[in-house]
Nanobody, 115 residues
Framework: QVQLVESGGGLVQAGGSLRLSCVAS????????MGWYRQAPGKQRELVAT???????NYADSMKGRFTISRDSAKNTVSLQMNNLKPEDTAVYYC?????????WGQGTQVTVSS
């Protein structure tokens, strides 16, 4: 079992920045994907960005150019740098790690962007 713990959420004004971090309780050997998803009130959970263990990234179109995902395999972490935040980015942000056999989620961290 792997536990994922997110941090870095908070309240920020529109145009501001936040950096989210997620730490996995142990390293998963082999091909895996770590990433971020978000869920706004009344909406379905959606992809923000992912990065594979091979370094391939995938971003939702609305986040391209504003958000940057990164990984530190030695520290079992994945981070999300969010710039030029907008009120519509307000959501709970979840960390996720998937392998061919397992799918792990963190508890989420709240991001609130005020206008």
């Amino acid at each position: 079992q792997v536990q994922l713990v997110e941090s870095g959420g908070g309240l920020v004004q529109a145009g501001g920045s936040l950096r989210l971090s997620c730490v996995a309780s142990r390293r998963i050997v082999g091909i895996n994907v770590m990433g971020w998803y978000r869920q706004a009130p009344g909406k379905q959970r959606e992809l923000v960005a992912t990065m594979s263990s091979g370094g391939i990234t995938n971003y939702a179109d609305s986040m391209k150019g504003r958000f940057t995902i990164s990984r530190d395999s030695a520290k079992n972490t994945v981070s999300l740098q969010m710039n030029n935040l907008k009120p519509e980015d307000t959501a709970v942000y979840y960390c996720r790690e998937t392998t061919s056999r397992n799918d792990y989620w963190g508890q989420g961290t709240q991001v609130t962007v005020s206008s």
